[in-house]
């Protein structure tokens, strides 16, 4: 997972297990709010991408994975790589046959705050 974010935009991580009905879940938090939710279905491990407004000024981006995946939520980390952009690897699905994806004009969402590096 690549992404681009205004200059040290402050970002946070989390998982989430499976739970039987919806997969292992990743999602980023992070300042700005989306003027429209979005979904995307996804290809291969993953099963579907989701944009959100969890609460007022933020905006969520969810990666689900199909059921059969099982991610070890050590081996995950949002890495800042540059203050704009940011990088999470997920060991162990296959990227076979991805796409790039876009969504687009981000800059309504107005992002602000600090880069923080990594996430445990």
Do not use: Y
Request: proline fraction near 8%.
């Amino acid at each position: 997972l690549l992404l681009r974010t205004s200059r040290n935009t402050n970002l946070e991580a989390f998982f989430k297990r499976s739970d039987g009905s919806q997969g292992d879940r990743v999602w980023i938090d992070f300042p700005g709010e989306l003027i429209r939710p979005r979904s995307f279905r996804g290809t291969g491990p993953v099963r579907q991408i989701r944009l959100g407004k969890p609460s007022k000024g933020f905006t969520r981006l969810v990666i689900e994975f199909v059921p059969s995946v099982s991610l070890n939520p050590q081996s995950l980390k949002l890495i800042g790589t540059t203050p704009t952009n940011w990088e999470m690897r997920f060991p162990g699905p296959n990227a076979a046959g991805h796409s790039e994806c876009s969504t687009g004009d981000t800059g309504k969402l107005k992002l602000s705050a600090r880069n923080t590096g990594n996430w445990d």
